[in-house]
Every structure is written in structure tokens, then in C-alpha cells.
């Protein structure tokens, strides 16, 4: 085992702990325990057989096994800031109806 | 005078409990032949323009007007609050389009037969509210908006109107509406239409989502001319032609998320 493999393993077994203890705070939906558990088994499974990715990278026309972990990752970071972006939409409108609310009782008061 | 009876009877206990008859609110409407209109101003930093815009509505005898003071640091709140007007106060800033949106149910709450929104920078004329109003009065639109470029804009920066020329474009293309302005907010609604649509966006994007509202809930539109004058003052105050590119991707990002 490389260092470089062990470090991954013990930052990916941390990550899923922390999946799991949300999981359990019901913090993280079930679709998303499972879509993080699937993240880091992957990024372990990858570590210790990088034939793996390269197997892949082949299979879509990519040469290098690297390459495609970085593309996915990249795909991958895009798909996060979306759904990031989608929850601060939400988070402005909410906010929006409290300014709003506030706005109204206090016209009411005077 | 007429205006002032029917506001009488549109505050009084009794009058508002005889309205709620529709024959007779039908009636009282018809007696003094008119209909209550109520204008809508959403204002930001607009303390050297907020009352002449006030003072020149009412000239035109429009004297119905909530001032949605979105969170200004100067004193656009005291100058409306004097004015003897309606004025709400959003204690944080939260946008164009999270103004209107508290203007309009506020509006709503006061029945009206029209709501029309107006800018707080002076770059519209009260004098083309009329002309507004006119096919909703006449049962032929539910909304009406403003266009200038069928009308007129005066004094335009001519990247000002490239901009505005590629949001018709990019309204077209995301909402299959085809418009000769896209961008403007001088409109006027239907009491109907006003409890139909719901603005969520809180900036400038708004304007897809009010015409997204119009095409999913099925209201008649159509488009009539209007006056926008560009003034140094209103062009030093108005959105930056860079950040319409950030406006564009927003109305893009809202269209993908629904
Ligand atoms: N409530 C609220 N109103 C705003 C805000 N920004 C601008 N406004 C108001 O919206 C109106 C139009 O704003 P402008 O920034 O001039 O936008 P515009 O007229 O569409 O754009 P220009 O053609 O550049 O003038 C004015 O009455 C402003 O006071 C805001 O953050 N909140
Ligand atoms: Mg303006």
C-alpha cells in the first residue's frame, strides 16, 4: 500500500462516517446516503485497482485512467454547485416571504 | 371626485360590506363609472426622484399608490411616507422582483380592477397609464405590457438597447413568447390576473417569470406603446449593461430548475 493509497482510504472511510452519522440525524435522505456511499466505495475501489478507470477510460475513448477521474470530478463538482445553487434559490425566497410578512405586520401596527 | 367617493366607499365598513354584494358592487362601479386602479412602485435608493414620480401620478389623478420601499438607506421611506400614500418597508433589500410581489398582494388586499407597476427612477409618464388600462377596462387583455420599443425610447444609450435587443431574444427562446420588449417594467394587470401571478424571483429576473405565469396560467396579453426616458440620473441608477449577461444565466438556470 502506497502512502498516497492510505491517505485516500482514511479520508474516504472518514467521509462515509460522517454519511452516516447525517444519515442518521435524518439530515441526509435515503437517495443521498446512497449516492455518497456509492461515491466513496468508488473512490477506495479505485485506489487500490486503478486498472479499474483505466478500464473505463477505454471503454468511452479516453487513454488515460486518470483522465477520466478527473472529468468525472469535474462533472461531478458542476452537478454539486447546481444543486447548491438550487438550495440558495430556495433559501433567498424563503427569506423573501419572512422580509415580507414583516413588511405587512408592520405597516398593520402603524 | 368621483375618484374620492368611491375611495370613501371602498374604505367605509359599510361601503366595503355593499361591495362585497356583486350586484351592487357592480353598481356603485358603474355609478361613478370608473375603475379602481391601483399603482404599484417599487423603489431603491430613489430619494431624488420618489416624489415628483408621486406628486406627477396623482396631477394625472391617480391617488391609489403603494411605494414598496425595498430596504433603502436613504430617505425614500420619509418622502413617500409623506406624501399621504401607502408605504411598505421591506426591512432587508431583497429586489425588483420580491417588491412588486409584496406591492401586489398588498394591492390585492384593496380589490382592485387594475394594478399597474411603475418605475421610482421618473423614466416612465403617468400620462400613458391610460392608454395601459384601456384593453383591460375593455375586457380585451388580462395584461398589458409596456413596450418602448413600439413607443418610444427617449435618449437611449445604444448599448442599453443592444442588451435589451438580445433579451427579447433570449425571452423567445425560453418562453416561446415573442415580444417587441421584454425587459420593461411598466405594466398593468387585471385584479384577476394580479391574484394569478406569483413572482418567486427576487431580482430582475422576474420578467421571464412574470411571462411564464401569463402563458402557464392562460392570461390574454398583449403589448401597447409607451414613453421610457433616459435621463443621466436614471442612467447612473439603472442596471449595468455587464450584469445582463448574470441576468441572462439566471433566467437560463430558473428555466432548467422548473
Ligand atoms: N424594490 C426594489 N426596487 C428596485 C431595486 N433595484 C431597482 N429598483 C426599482 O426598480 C425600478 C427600475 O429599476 P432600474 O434599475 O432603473 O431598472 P430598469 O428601469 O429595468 O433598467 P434601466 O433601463 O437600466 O433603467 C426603479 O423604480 C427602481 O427604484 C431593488 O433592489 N429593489
Ligand atoms: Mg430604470
Known amino acids: 500500500m502506497t502512502i498516497l493509497q492510505l491517505l485516500i482510504l482514511i479520508f474516504s472511510f472518514f467521509a462515509l462516517s460522517r454519511v452516516i452519522l447525517r444519515t442518521r440525524d435524518k439530515k441526509l435522505t435515503l437517495y443521498e446516503f446512497i449516492f455518497w456511499v456509492f461515491v466513496w466505495a468508488s473512490v ?22 486518470v483522465d477520466i477521474l478527473i472529468y468525472s470530478g469535474i462533472g461531478l463538482l458542476f452537478y454539486l454547485i447546481f444543486r447548491l445553487y438550487v438550495k440558495l434559490e430556495e433559501l433567498e425566497q424563503e427569506f423573501t416571504v419572512l422580509v415580507r410578512e414583516i413588511s405587512f405586520i408592520k405597516k398593520k401596527e402603524k | 371626485m368621483k375618484e374620492q367617493l368611491l375611495k370613501k366607499i371602498h374604505e367605509n365598513k359599510v361601503g366595503q360590506a355593499l361591495e362585497k354584494i356583486p350586484i351592487l358592487k357592480n353598481k356603485i362601479v358603474f355609478l361613478f363609472s370608473m375603475t379602481l ?7 431603491y435608493e430613489e430619494e431624488n426622484s420618489i416624489g415628483k414620480v408621486i406628486d406627477d401620478l396623482k396631477k394625472h389623478g391617480y391617488e391609489n399608490i403603494v411605494v414598496i420601499d425595498d430596504g433603502s438607506t ?48 421618473g423614466q416612465f409618464l403617468a400620462e400613458d397609464i391610460k392608454r395601459l388600462c384601456e384593453p383591460i377596462k375593455n375586457k380585451r387583455a388580462d395584461v398589458v405590457l409596456g413596450s418602448r420599443f413600439l413607443g418610444k425610447a427617449k435618449n437611449i444609450p445604444l448599448i442599453k438597447k443592444i442588451v435589451l435587443k438580445l433579451g427579447i ?19 398593468a394587470f387585471s385584479g384577476y390576473a394580479a391574484s394569478k401571478i406569483d413572482i418567486k ?4 429576473e422576474h420578467a421571464g417569470e412574470i411571462l411564464h405565469e401569463i402563458k402557464s396560467k392562460k392570461l390574454k396579453y398583449m403589448e401597447v406603446p409607451v414613453t421610457v426616458v433616459y435621463t443621466d440620473y436614471s442612467i447612473s441608477k439603472g ?14 438556470l430558473k428555466k432548467l430548475m422548473r
Not at chain 2, 424571483?201 to 430582475?204: E, K, L, T, V
Open chain 2, 201 to 204: 424571483s427576487n431580482g430582475m
Open chain 2, 74 to 121: 436613504d430617505s425614500t421611506f420619509q418622502i413617500a411616507k409623506d406624501k399621504d400614500i401607502s408605504v411598505i418597508r421591506h426591512v432587508v433589500n431583497r429586489g425588483q422582483g420580491a417588491a412588486l410581489e409584496t406591492g401586489i398582494q398588498y394591492a390585492l388586499t384593496k380589490d382592485p380592477d387594475i394594478v399597474v407597476t411603475f418605475d421610482a427612477d
Open chain 2, 169 to 187: 431574444l433570449v425571452v423567445y427562446l425560453l418562453y416561446d413568447i415573442k415580444l417587441t420588449d421584454s425587459q420593461n417594467g411598466f405594466r
Open chain 1, 44 to 65: 477506495i475501489f479505485i485506489a487500490f485497482f486503478p486498472g479499474v478507470s483505466t478500464f473505463f477510460a477505454n471503454l468511452v475513448g479516453i487513454d488515460r485512467g
Open chain 2, 239 to 252: 442596471q449595468k449593461s455587464s450584469k445582463s449577461i448574470i441576468l441572462g444565466l439566471k433566467m437560463i
Open chain 2, 37 to 43: 386602479i391601483y399603482i404599484i412602485i417599487p423603489a
